[in-house]
């Protein structure tokens, strides 16, 4: 087994990716693990009150499980940006693509599962320490944090919420900052700030038992496009008779959420589109035209428009990055 801080790996043969880690928490040192020849799929960091991980893998060669380890009164944001992961507390959870859950644990330490698949994950932990001054300024997670003394519980869903474009935007801005040894703990902290605010207002109370028919719509909705957003067939009505569901009926299962189904797809094309820029030396115009967009003037509004800088410029500031 290899184990950081505060996570331990059921298998290190299997955190290991020839690609260039590329995740939010891409600026931080690459662990020291072996094999040093090889990229590692993960970066992590922690402080007196906080802790980062993050996890990003194209593709595992076998199933992986996690332990993670704090002390027995913590609360943490996982956020599920690719396929399913199951959490295991008393119970098993599982949690959807583009999913952020809210938990707290009062145990030592939990496991956190992955299939041998794409995976990728950000889990942001909190010392339960400084909760009360959490709920003093965030008045809506007063009732969340209640309990009966006597209650003898191992951990509490305190909430869940779509990953949305505004905490994408959020979650966007790690991708600007730079290691710096001694400041770097209190750049992060004074991210969390703006993240929790965001959360903590937003969070709905919900199980993630609850089966009702639009939320697993939705949920299945989101899987097939992510599979298939690369076709230009897909769209509105293809999702739909994939589904075999009305195209109203679909519509009904992507209302209040931050996409249309239609969004949903130049969504996902955005996002293969940035990762390419990113990591390959491919046109723009062929990148763009490999995603099925209209033409690259179109490309390029959309993508200016989503990540407020436009593709040559987005290259640009990348190579610069990786210059120093």
Known sequence: MFKTSFVQFSDDHVIYNSRRFDGYLAFLPEPVSPPLETHVSYRYFSGKDFCWFEFKDTHLPSNLSMQIT??????????????????????????????????????????ISLGNNSSWFLLLGIDGRILQELTTEYAQLKPLFATDTEEDVSHRI??????HAKLKRILDGLQQMEFRPFSTYYQLANWNIRFF?????????????????????????????????????????????????????????FKDKPFTVTEQIIEFRLQAARESIRNSDKSIAKIASSLNFACPKNFKRLFTKRFMISPVQ???SMRLKRLF
């Open 70 to 111: 704090a002390s027995d009164n913590y609360l943490w944001l996982l956020i599920n940006m690719r396929t399913g992961i199951s959490l295991t507390l008393d119970n098993m959870y599982r949690i959807p693509t583009d999913m952020l859950l809210c938990y707290q644990t009062l145990i030592d330490d939990y496991l």
């Open 158 to 163: 305190i909430g869940t919420m779509n990953l």
């Open 197 to 253: 605010r965001h959360v903590f207002q937003e969070m709905e109370p919900e199980s993630l038992d609850r089966t009702d028919h639009e939320i697993e719509l939705y949920h299945k909705a989101m899987a097939y496009i992510r599979e298939n957003f690369y076709d230009d067939q897909t769209n509105m009505e293809t999702v739909a008779h994939a589904l075999y569901v009305s195209e109203s009926t679909l519509k009904r299962a």
């Open 314 to 316: 987005y290259r640009s």
